[in-house]
């Protein structure tokens, strides 16, 4: 059975190490396009993080999908109509940020429109993730949180500091929010009901594609809830060792183009 939705994650995935698309990972997906095969962008990302790369990949046409945040929110690319969008209550983040405070780990949260942290030493992986999505810094009190829409919020910090408060993190937590570990220095909090996994089942459900017609590339463990639903889940050569359990098929690396490498060997072949 052909497969007629691609779910692609983009750091370590989509892009190389130097956060650009190669030419062949953009033919592919130009190849893949013109024989009726939805690419779908799914990150952790907010929206605005993935605006430019939509852009490039010229998947802000019409009939074009994203799922960013991890999957709490899905649009449709060239309207902004919004598909599915999960958010976090205020009484989450007020426990979000009180444990951050208990187990001293940097946290900021993330809207629609700007990320937000109560560190008046703001961390240096805020900062970084600034950068990378592209979006502004606002110091904000807890109290002055209040009626913002959150979507996602970050523990972010160094690699060792970062574990220690994931062994420490109240066993209740996951329970109650859907936790995932996307780099070394990032912890990821969602609403319980949010991963890429069920936000691209339900995109699938929506155009009328089967399980078996879906495959999703990742390289981590919040690609983890996707690949496993999806029919052909694909793991780049670069990928967690234990993400790369789950995978039907290993692709070339992120720096050797995997992503183009996947379309043409299991998707137009």
């Known amino acids: 059975m052909s497969i007629k939705l691609v779910a692609v994650d983009i750091d370590g995935t989509l892009?190389?190490?130097?956060?650009?698309?190669?030419?062949?990972?953009?033919?592919?997906?130009?190849?893949?396009?013109?024989?009726?095969?939805?690419?779908?962008?799914?990150?952790?990302?907010?929206?605005?993080?993935?605006?430019?790369?939509?852009?490039?990949?010229?998947?802000?046409?019409?009939?074009?999908?994203?799922?960013?945040?991890?999957?709490?929110?899905?649009?449709?690319?060239?309207?902004?109509?919004?598909?599915?969008?999960?958010?976090?209550?205020?009484?989450?983040?007020?426990?979000?940020?009180?444990?951050?405070?208990?187990?001293?780990?940097?946290?900021?949260?993330?809207?629609?429109?700007?990320?937000?942290?109560?560190?008046?030493?703001?961390?240096?992986?805020?900062?970084?993730?600034?950068?990378?999505?592209?979006?502004?810094?606002?110091?904000?009190?807890?109290?002055?949180?209040?009626?913002?829409?959150?979507?996602?919020?970050?523990?972010?910090?160094?690699?060792?500091?970062?574990?220690?408060?994931?062994?420490?993190?109240?066993?209740?937590f996951y329970d109650n929010y859907t936790i995932v570990k996307s780099t070394p220095f990032y912890l990821e909090i969602v609403k319980k009901s949010v991963n890429k996994g069920s936000a691209i089942l339900h995109l699938a459900a929506q155009l009328g594609i089967s399980i078996e017609q879906t495959m999703a590339i990742g390289d981590e463990e919040n690609d983890r809830a996707m690949l496993e639903v999806v029919g052909n889940p694909v793991v780049m050569e670069n990928g967690n060792p234990e993400v790369k359990k789950i995978a039907k098929y290993i692709t070339k690396s992120n720096d050797e183009s995997g992503v183009a490498h996947a379309i043409y060997e299991w998707v137009l072949n």
Do not use: W
């Open 15 to 172: 892009v190389n190490s130097n956060r650009q698309i190669t030419p062949e990972v953009f033919d592919a997906v130009q190849a893949a396009k013109q024989s009726g095969v939805k690419i779908v962008i799914a990150t952790g990302r907010p929206i605005a993080g993935v605006k430019s790369i939509l852009t490039e990949l010229k998947l802000d046409e019409p009939e074009n999908y994203v799922v960013t945040f991890n999957g709490a929110l899905v649009q449709e690319t060239a309207t902004g109509k919004e598909i599915i969008k999960e958010t976090l209550t205020y009484e989450d983040y007020l426990e979000i940020e009180y444990v951050s405070r208990q187990l001293n780990v940097h946290m900021h949260a993330i809207s629609k429109d700007g990320i937000y942290t109560a560190n008046r030493n703001i961390g240096h992986y805020t900062v970084h993730e600034s950068n990378l999505v592209n979006m502004d810094i606002f110091y904000r009190t807890p109290e002055e949180m209040k009626g913002k829409e959150i979507v996602k919020c970050m523990y972010v910090d160094e690699p060792e500091i970062l574990d220690l408060a994931i062994k420490n993190l109240p066993p209740h």
